[in-house]
């Protein structure tokens, strides 16, 4: 089982994010509308597990099973649809790695992340209480990953609904 590890925050994220952005850009090309930095490393001070997360918005839902395809045979791990009709896929290095969805352009699941990742982006004080949060559950969970990301859903449900109010 991997250890749950929550690290301070390190400005080189986004360069990361540029790095992957750029290669995730280039596999998919014009049939892509947008790649956005998401999670918790998108959050410039927030302690995060090191691993960039990324979502790929294909310009429509018809150019999915190609893009699938495109990206299984480059150099990720396909983890297959979260249930949210956004498709995952990982690639570890030493000290972090990326998680990079694919979805289509009306997907609802990555509407609440740009939500959750703009609303924490611009108010301190609730990222701050979410990396306590993210600290304290990571010290409890003893590397049991649905007691920490179950830990987080009450928290991150009623930051997307404060951000939804604000929209």
Known sequence: MRAIKVVDYDPSWPRL???ISAEVSALLGDRLLSIDHIGSTSVPGLAAKPKIDLAAVMISDAFLPAAIEIVRAADFV??????EQRWAFTRDHDGYGFRLYLC????????????????????????????????RL???ADD???FY?????D???ETVRLAALKT
């Open 17 to 19: 994010f540029a790095e």
């Open 78 to 83: 396909f983890h297959g649809d979260t249930g």
């Open 104 to 135: 289509g352009p009306d997907n609802r699941a990555h509407r609440g992340r740009i939500l959750f990742r703009d609303y924490l982006r611009n108010h301190p004080e609730r990222a701050k209480a979410y990396a306590d949060l993210k600290r």
């Open 138 to 140: 990571a010290a409890e």
């Open 144 to 146: 049991d990953w649905d």
């Open 149 to 153: 990301t179950g830990g987080k859903t």
């Open 155 to 157: 928290f991150v449900s």
